[in-house]
Nanobody, 115 residues
């Protein structure tokens, strides 16, 4: 199992930045894939970014060039740096981890971008 605790959400003006953190209860080397999803009101949860144990990253087209996913293995923490935020980025952001087959989720953190 993996416990995930997110932090770093908040209210920011359009064009601003936020960094989300996701602290895992086990070594990131033991987790095949980690990443971030988001869910806006009335919309389905969508994939934002992924980070594999091999170091590969992938981003949704809507955030490419603005968001960066990274990790600190010593702290067992995954990050999502979000720059040039837009009102349409407003959502609850969820960290997830897939060590092998099962998927684990964090509790979510709210990001609100005002225009």
């Amino acid at each position: 199992q993996v416990q995930l605790v997110e932090s770093g959400g908040g209210l920011v003006q359009a064009g601003g930045s936020l960094r989300l953190s996701c602290a895992a209860s086990r070594s990131l080397f033991s987790i095949n894939v980690m990443g971030w999803y988001r869910q806006a009101p009335g919309k389905q949860r969508e994939l934002v970014a992924t980070f594999t144990s091999g170091g590969s990253t992938n981003y949704a087209d809507s955030v490419k060039g603005r968001f960066t996913v990274s990790r600190d293995n010593a702290k067992n923490t995954l990050y999502l740096q979000m720059n040039s935020l837009k009102p349409e980025d407003t959502a609850v952001y969820y960290c997830y981890a897939r060590p092998r087959v099962d998927v684990y989720w964090g509790q979510g953190t709210q990001v609100t971008v005002s225009s």
